[in-house]
């Protein structure tokens, strides 16, 4: 995927996913919790972490484009509103796979 993302001029990078993370999707009730992480910061990772148990060992990535979605100005090839942001990159990744 960073490469990817790299080829098509879209910024990325990995977030650390850290077993203390965890913690945040602990739940007396369920095995895991769906919640954003409030005053406790990392909260894209926390998204991840809740995907995380899901994946197993299934190869996966967990993209949180929320922040880069809709642009307030043109900025280079992306233009003034919607951005598209990581479409590129996941075209570049399926064409990728499926040379493989």
């Known amino acids: 995927m960073e490469e ?3 080829a098509a001029g879209e910024k990325t990078w990995r977030l650390p996913m850290w077993k203390e993370y965890d913690e945040y999707i602990k739940s007396d009730v369920a095995d895991c919790r769906n919640v954003g992480a409030g005053n406790r910061g990392a909260g ?19 993209m949180d484009i929320a922040g880069v979605d809709n642009m307030p ?7 003034k509103g919607a951005s ?10 399926g064409l990728a796979l499926g040379e493989g």
Do not use: C, Q
Not at 54 to 59: L, S
Not at 84 to 93: D, H, K
């Open 4 to 6: 990817a993302a790299a």
């Open 84 to 93: 598209g942001y990581s479409v590129r990159a996941m075209i570049n990744l």
């Open 44 to 62: 894209t990772i926390v998204g991840a972490k809740f995907l995380e148990p899901f994946a197993g060992k299934t190869p996966w990535v967990h």
């Open 73 to 79: 100005s043109d900025r280079g090839w992306v233009t």
